[in-house]
């Protein structure tokens, strides 16, 4: 048994520990990193993947398994480029952009101008920042590029390179990725998806139909989209390239309030069961809706720099069915069999964005602690990621004390019973503590170490991540204890 006698714990780590942290140990990556990268672009390592289709698989389960009706789908990539004029992405989908001359830097007006507020805050000129966000809001929401640029000039805003204020006139960049489709003679211009939300909508009757849904169901799918992003920052939180989890709950028109407030209530729930804070989690009311929607919030989470949109909850009305009816010329209503009429129905909109979620429990998990332990001779400082167990990279690690003695083969024995259904890593490198040490940098919940004692009664000393405590079982219980806490289940009945 562990004694621990000082056991603290803070996350004092900056964005630049987190970031260092995700690289070294193999969850991210710049992408084409020996060709110097590619601005916002990343890939993901064994750990980094490995933690993302866990998060999937549980956002899947909660979706799919847990609601008897909702269903799935995973629609293309390239839709046909008038989905994108229905949706309004082809002629809106843009934000406001503006260079400085002196350093040709382009940055996106709301950001630069958002930052110039944060530093008058820090000046403790708080109304003044107050009202220079509300006056840009206002210019955002009417489009006035015009007075947009008025706003950069008379604030005095400056360029954080060049330290000077020579912009060029504010104007809007389209947000699509195009590319040609078909012979080079008579192409097609077509667009990666900037969103998969429209791949469900233009889905809705073939799913209504083949999958016998009723009114209320929900059509939920995960798969990447691209923006050209203008400026692109603060790692995986805003990329070019990323992956999204939607749902789109189709309901009567009527009764949005209700299922708006349900599904806030059903996805605040899903954070607390991956053990986000209260005090971390932040609800944003739009104040200022789209065009499509009659109500929206947004889920944050305070990352190292700030709150920062997580996901959206929007009440989108008939917006879309409406608008892709209209264009497509074929009509999308629903046969309602209680109410004999044909209406064409309200959406509910949850939407996720995975990239944000994996750099969310990176950012939770990263945990420094002060700790004195006995039993590891561990004293001063430790740092660990404490992961959820069902989402961890790896579920446990097999360890023999010695590579010899018979203690590998019967570590390796172990490892062979447990594969088929854990991801397991064997290590027999370096001393115990250090190999502790490893796993504890990338999360793994259990490590199993067999020792002299195992050769005598089959029994293994486990030691857990969190608590440092250490105790030993039999071998025919290892299965048992790591089905029983690290698998998604866990997870999935608390909701």
């Known amino acids: 048994m562990c004694t621990t006698k000082d056991y603290s714990t803070n996350q004092n780590n900056t964005f630049k520990d987190l970031v260092a942290h995700a690289q070294a140990y193999g969850f991210i990556y710049p992408s084409s990193e020996i060709y110097d990268g590619l601005q916002a672009i990343y890939d993901y390592g064994p750990y980094g993947i490995a933690l993302k289709r866990n998060i999937q698989n549980f956002w899947w389960q909660s979706m799919t398994q847990l609601h008897q009706n909702i269903v799935g789908i995973d629609a293309a990539i390239m839709m046909h480029p008038t989905t994108w004029k229905a949706s309004g992405h082809l002629d809106g989908f843009t934000d406001p952009m503006v260079d400085n001359k002196d350093s040709q830097k382009r940055y996106r007006v709301d950001l630069l101008i958002e930052a110039h507020a944060m530093q008058l805050t820090e000046q403790s000129k708080s109304l003044e920042a107050k009202a220079l966000i509300e006056t840009m809001e206002t210019y955002l929401q009417e489009a006035d590029l015009i007075g947009l640029d008025k706003l950069i000039q008379t604030s005095n805003i400056i360029c954080p390179v060049s330290k000077t204020a020579n912009w060029t006139p504010v104007r809007q960049f389209n947000l699509m990725f195009s590319t040609q489709f078909g012979a080079q003679n008579d192409a097609t211009t077509v667009y990666l998806r900037p969103e998969t939300a429209q791949g469900i909508f233009v889905n809705f009757l073939n799913v209504q139909k083949t999958a016998r849904m009723k009114i209320p ?219 502790y040490v490893r796993q504890d940098l990338i999360g793994t919940p259990y490590c199993i170490t067999v020792d002299h004692q195992t050769l005598e009664d089959e029994t293994v000393t486990i030691r857990e991540r969190d608590s440092m405590e250490q105790y030993r079982i039999t071998i025919d219980k290892i299965a048992h204890l790591l089905h029983e806490t690290t698998n998604i289940k866990s997870l999935l009945v608390q909701l």
């Open 217 to 435: 169901f929900g059509i939920a799918q995960i798969g990447k989209a691209f923006r050209n992003e203008i400026v692109a920052r603060q790692f995986t939180f805003r990329m070019r390239e990323f992956e999204q989890m939607e749902m789109q709950f189709f309901i009567q028109p009527g009764t949005e309030k209700e299922w708006f407030d349900y599904w806030k209530k059903t996805r605040i729930a899903w954070y607390k069961v991956l053990g986000i804070p209260d005090q971390k989690i932040h609800i944003h009311p739009h104040k200022q809706l789209a065009h499509y929607a009659a109500d929206a919030i947004d889920i944050e989470y305070n990352f190292p720099f700030g709150f920062k949109e997580i996901e959206g909850i929007h009440s989108r009305t008939d917006f879309d069915l409406s608008k892709h009816e209209q264009y497509a010329k074929k009509k999308l209503h629903y046969f309602d069999p209680n109410s004999q009429k044909h209406y064409i129905p309200y959406v509910i909109e949850t939407s996720v964005g995975l990239d944000r979620l994996v750099l969310m429990l990176l950012s939770n998990a990263l945990i420094n602690q002060k700790v004195v332990s006995e039993s590891e001779a561990a004293h001063g400082n430790r740092t660990l990621l404490k992961l959820p167990p069902p989402l961890a990279p790896i579920k446990a690690a097999i360890f023999p004390l010695l590579k010899k003695e018979g203690m590998e083969e019967k570590a390796l024995a172990i490892l062979d019973m447990l594969k088929y259904d854990f991801p397991i890593v064997y290590e027999a490198n370096q001393s115990i503590g250090k190999r």
